[in-house]
Every structure is written in structure tokens, then in C-alpha cells.
């Protein structure tokens, strides 16, 4: 195994424990907030570098989907064992697994069923998502239904990349349904605000939040949902191939997402310039991802988790989302490293 390979966790206590072990290895104090639904010891880690009262602040957050932890708890971990420092009058603020019970679990979405990345919304009208409603008896049917899996394929052809918003881009129609994006905030929304807010008085923010599965296999994918000037900020720190479902473009077709972080990050730092990109690094295509993504949530709904086939479907799900590939884990390591990079340096 390659020596980048080793930085790469392969559960959620593996990946909390090297995180842990790089900060201490540097003597860096550890804020563990723990889980407050779970009786396991899940917690959600954070480690800052620089003061609260610096002007920049630059912050990367790991394991928002659950599964997707690996990749995120990899690039942070690696950084610290790297010796990677904040510059003057900018904090860094690493954010370990904020969707701890996800990633404990194995799931995408958090203990209650909710998509962190669609859970920050801030009231008001109920959002709709009628491509989501035509599906929905569908996604949520029974597991191993085939006549709902032929039903779903034969939407997919007919819908294109709408199909793939109906089912990814959030609803807050039904609790137990795929993609729930809550009608409030979640602990983890809550522990998140609560670790930024430590940093208010900052005037200069950049969010860097890790993800794996969207893209070519260990090719990095960024993209921003903002407009304007954080936009042409985002892509003179992160490229010009950054995508952005914000802004209109001919002949493409790309979805916002309801209740994203991005809005959050926003309304949290009102007086500051704000900036929030994802990276996505690919993984399977969404031709394998999406059927077990599917079915992981059908066995859930229907309260089969822990059984064998619930947690066949789960380790499934994790390693398609973190492959145990030399390869992969070198290539996308190689690209956290330069994201990194482009986060700290300068302001916006």
C-alpha cells in the first residue's frame, strides 16, 4: 500500500482516530462534540489553527454525507500531518465528520433521515419538488421491488438530467422519503453554525466542504451555488472549469440544491465576503451508485437496517463512495492537496 493510501480511514472510527492522532502529534487541541441521539461515542471533531479574531477565515468540512467521509477526513488528516499552517490573520478550521451519525452509520443522511446538504433552509414556503412527487412511490417502495426498479429506469430515459434532480435535489413532503431535507435544523446544522460562529468577526470567508461521487472516477468536480462576485471569486481561487447551477448558461441544464449550506454560510457572516465551493471527486457512476443508493434507503424505511441484507446494502454504499483503491486514493489525495492550496492562499 502506497504512503498515501495510509491516510485514508476505512470506517468512521479509523478515520476519527488518525484525524485525532495528526492533531496530537502536533500538539493542536481537539474540540469533540459528541452525538447527543447515539449511545456509541460519535462525535463531530474540530481542530483550528489561528486566532477567532482573524480578519480570514478558511474553513474545510469533511463527511457532510456520511459515506462520503473518507476522502474529507483524508485530506484534513494529511494536511496536519503535513505541517500545513494558517497564514498571518487567517484561521483554518478543520471540520471532522459533521454528519457523524451518517458516517457511524454508514448512510448518506444524517441519524434522522435528513440530507444535511438540503437542511438549510430558513423558513418560509414549503419548497416544491413535483419530479421528486412522480417518483416517489417508486423510490420509496418496498426493497427489491422490480416493478418499481423498472418504473425508475424507464423515468430515467424519459426524464434526463431532470430525473437525476428529482431524486437528489430535496423534499419536505415526507420524513421517511429519499433526499428529506427537514423542516428543521438539524444537530449537525446546529453543531456547524455554532463552530463558524466562533469566528464571526471575520470579514474574509472561504468554505471548502469535500465530497465524493459525482464526476469521473478520481477526477475533482468544484462547484459554487452563488452568483456575482463570489462566484468570479470561487473560480479565480479554484479554476474556471468550476461549475455553477446558479448561473444560466446555453444549452445547459444544472440544478441548485434546496436548503444548501451555501445559504447558511451566507446568512451566518452577513458583513463578510463569502465564498462556499464543494469538491466533488468521482467514484462508480451513478449507473451503480444510485440503484444501491436507493435500495439502501428502501431497506431503512422499512426498518431492515440491521439486517444482513440492510447492512450488506450499507458497506456497499460506503465503499462505492470510498473506494479501497491505491489509485483512486492516490489521484484524489493528489487533487485534496491542491485544493487545499488555492483555500488558504490570499483573500477573496
Not at 423510490?139 to 422490480?146: F, M, Q, S, T
Not at 462556499?276 to 451503480?288: I, W
Amino acid at each position: 500500500m502506497s504512503k498515501h493510501a495510509i491516510s485514508f480511514g476505512t470506517s468512521y472510527a479509523e478515520c476519527r482516530e488518525r484525524f485525532r492522532t495528526a492533531a496530537a502529534a502536533r500538539s493542536l487541541p481537539v474540540t469533540s462534540i459528541r452525538h447527543p441521539h447515539l449511545d456509541a461515542d460519535v462525535t463531530v471533531d474540530a481542530v483550528t489553527l489561528g486566532g477567532p479574531d482573524a480578519a480570514n477565515l478558511r474553513v474545510v468540512i469533511a463527511g457532510a454525507h456520511g459515506v462520503e467521509l473518507p476522502f474529507g477526513s483524508a485530506v484534513q488528516t494529511d494536511w496536519l500531518a503535513g505541517g500545513g499552517e494558517a497564514p498571518a490573520d487567517t484561521a483554518v478550521l478543520l471540520v471532522h465528520a459533521i454528519n457523524c451519525a451518517g458516517a457511524f452509520q454508514r448512510r448518506r443522511n444524517t441519524d434522522g433521515n435528513i440530507d444535511l446538504c438540503r437542511n438549510f433552509r430558513d423558513g418560509g414556503e414549503l419548497p416544491r419538488n413535483p419530479a421528486y412527487e412522480r417518483l416517489a412511490a417508486d423510490l420509496n417502495a418496498p426493497p427489491g421491488d422490480a416493478a418499481a426498479d423498472a418504473n425508475l429506469a424507464a423515468a430515467r430515459t424519459e426524464m434526463g438530467q431532470t430525473f437525476i434532480h428529482a431524486i437528489m435535489g430535496g423534499q419536505f413532503i415526507d420524513p421517511t422519503g429519499f433526499s428529506y431535507g427537514g423542516l428543521a435544523p438539524t444537530w449537525s446544522r446546529r453543531t456547524l453554525e455554532s463552530l463558524l460562529l466562533s469566528h464571526a468577526g471575520a470579514s474574509d470567508v472561504v468554505i471548502l466542504d469535500l465530497h465524493t461521487g459525482v464526476g469521473p472516477f478520481a477526477e475533482p468536480t468544484f462547484v459554487c451555488l452563488q452568483e456575482g462576485s463570489a462566484l468570479a471569486a470561487a473560480r479565480r481561487r479554484f479554476g474556471d472549469d468550476l461549475l455553477a447551477p446558479m448561473e444560466q448558461a446555453p444549452g445547459r441544464v444544472l440544478h441548485p440544491a434546496v436548503g444548501h449550506p451555501t445559504e447558511g454560510y451566507e446568512r451566518l457572516f452577513p458583513a463578510a465576503a463569502v465564498v462556499s465551493v464543494v469538491l466533488e471527486m468521482g467514484t462508480c457512476p451513478p449507473d451503480e451508485t444510485l440503484p444501491v443508493l436507493i435500495e439502501e434507503h428502501r431497506l431503512t424505511r422499512a426498518g431492515l437496517a440491521d439486517t444482513g441484507a440492510g447492512q450488506a446494502m450499507r458497506t456497499t454504499t460506503w465503499e462505492q463512495h470510498a473506494p479501497v483503491d491505491d489509485r483512486w486514493r492516490e489521484a484524489v489525495l493528489r487533487h485534496g492537496r491542491a485544493a487545499m492550496q488555492a483555500l488558504i492562499r490570499g483573500t477573496c
